[in-house]
Nanobody
Framework: EVQLQASGGGLVPAGESLRLSCAPS????????IGWFRQAPGKEREGLSC????????YYADSVKGRFTISSDNAKNMVYLQMNSLKPEDTAVYYC?????????????????????????WGQGTQVTVSS
C-alpha cells in the first residue's frame, strides 16, 4: 500500500523559511513522480512542484518559482520542499502525492501535476501558517 506522510509545517513569521518533508512508503522509489500541493481555506488545491525520482527533473508553478525548491534523497526515500521568503498567502495545508511515472516519459512537466491530481496517492497534509 502506497503511503505518504508530509511533515515539517509550523508557524513562522513572513520572510522566514521552512523545509517540508515527504516520506513515501509502500513502493519502490524509482520510476515515480512526487509532487507538492497546498490548499488554503476556501480556495482550490494548488499544485506547486514535482520531481521525478528517475531523472531528478523538476517542475515549479509560477507562484513559487524562485522561492521554493524541491529535492529528493533516493537513498532515504525522502522528498523535500524548501520554502524561502514565506508570505502570509503561503498559509495553507501542504500535501505530497506520488504517481508511478517511468523515466521514458521524459522530464516532469505541468502535465505531471495533473497526473498527480488525477491518479496519485496522497498522504495527510501538514499545516503551514505564515504570520504577517
Amino acid at each position: 500500500e502506497v503511503q505518504l506522510q508530509a511533515s515539517g509545517g509550523g508557524l513562522v513569521p513572513a520572510g522566514e523559511s521552512l523545509r517540508l518533508s515527504c516520506a513515501p512508503s509502500g513502493f519502490t522509489f524509482e520510476n515515480y513522480a512526487i509532487g507538492w500541493f497546498r490548499q488554503a481555506p476556501g480556495k482550490e488545491r494548488e499544485g506547486l512542484s514535482c520531481i521525478s525520482s528517475s531523472d531528478g527533473s523538476t517542475y515549479y508553478a509560477d507562484s513559487v518559482k524562485g522561492r521554493f525548491t524541491i529535492s529528493s534523497d533516493n537513498a532515504k526515500n525522502m522528498v523535500y520542499l524548501q520554502m524561502n521568503s514565506l508570505k502570509p498567502e503561503d498559509t495553507a495545508v501542504y500535501y505530497c502525492a506520488a504517481v508511478c511515472r517511468h523515466a521514458l516519459h521524459g522530464p516532469v512537466t505541468r502535465a505531471t501535476m495533473t497526473s498527480l491530481t488525477d491518479y496519485g496517492s496522497w498522504g495527510q497534509g501538514t499545516q503551514v501558517t505564515v504570520s504577517s
